[in-house]
T-cell receptor, first 115, second 114 residues
Framework: DTEVTQTPKHLVMGMTNKKSLKCEQHMGHRAMYWYKQKAKKPPELMFVYSYEKLSINESVPSRFSPECPNSSLLNLHLHALQPEDSALYLC??????????????FGPGTRLTVL | DAKTTQPPSMDCAEGRAANLPCNHSTISGNEYVYWYRQIHSQGPQYIIHGLKNNETNEMASLIITEDRKSSTLILPHATLRDTAVYYCIVRVGAGGTSYGKLTFGQGTILTVHP
């Protein structure tokens, strides 16, 4: 299984809602990532988890709250979002070997619309 | 991580080789060159990476100049399914604080036409 799955594929939420994005991989990878991609722009890194611990937070607003319950699962909890947070949210995973050289496998993304 | 410069768009005829250039003149000795691509409405896909030597895999070849200030990704026989945005990324290897971090530039939109 060389796949990263993300659910839901599409999500529409109001500014007062609380929702969660889910990402799963069964490749034995120990690093997992959240990226945000606005239309016609490149992906931007948000968070990195390494061995279930948060290792990088790219100064993301607290209305985005990541969680890594186990090595296969990564969640992104959303609360009080703004319309400008509408974007494609991409999850990725990588082996996290000791060389630091590893390819990242990306999921198809969740298309989020905030009304 | 070093910045990269890529042409915004390129065209290629189906069946011909697609040569995508990337400039990374400020690359450091411990930084690798990675290539990813993103087909419309999909997540990015890893293609290849290299440090100094030229590399080849089932998808593409990577040619890195001797001074490492530029590189070229070669798709030997482009197909319509290779139409995508191609990203050249430079990042540190082991021991760097940017471990695991990919910084995407604007990329090159490659259009393969019949």
């Amino acid at each position: 299984d060389t796949e990263v799955t993300q659910t839901p594929k599409h999500l529409v939420m109001g500014m007062t809602n609380k929702k969660s994005l889910k990402c799963e991989q069964h490749m034995g990878h120990r690093a997992m990532y959240w990226y945000k991609q606005k239309a016609k722009k490149p992906p931007e890194l948000m968070f990195v988890y390494s061995y279930e611990k948060l290792s990088i937070n790219e100064s993301v607003p607290s209305r985005f709250s990541p969680e890594c319950p186990n090595s296969s699962l990564l969640n992104l909890h959303l609360h009080a979002l703004q319309p400008e947070d509408s974007a494609l949210y991409l999850c990725a995973s990588s082996l996290a070997g000791t060389s630091g050289i590893d390819e990242q496998f990306f999921g198809p993304g969740t298309r989020l619309t905030v009304l | 991580d070093a910045k990269t410069t890529q042409p915004p768009s390129m065209d290629c005829a189906e069946g011909r080789a697609a040569n995508l250039p990337c400039n990374h003149s400020t690359i450091s000795g411990n930084e690798y060159v990675y290539w990813y691509r993103q087909i419309h409405s999909q997540g990015p896909q890893y293609i290849i990476h290299g440090l100094k030597n030229n590399e080849t895999n089932e998808m593409a070849s990577l040619i890195i100049t001797e001074d490492r200030k530029s590189s070229t990704l070669i798709l030997p026989h482009a197909t319509l399914r290779d139409t995508a945005v191609y990203y050249c990324i430079v990042r540190v290897g082991a021991g760097g604080t940017s471990y695991g971090k990919l910084t995407f530039g604007q990329g090159t939109i490659l259009t393969v036409h019949p």
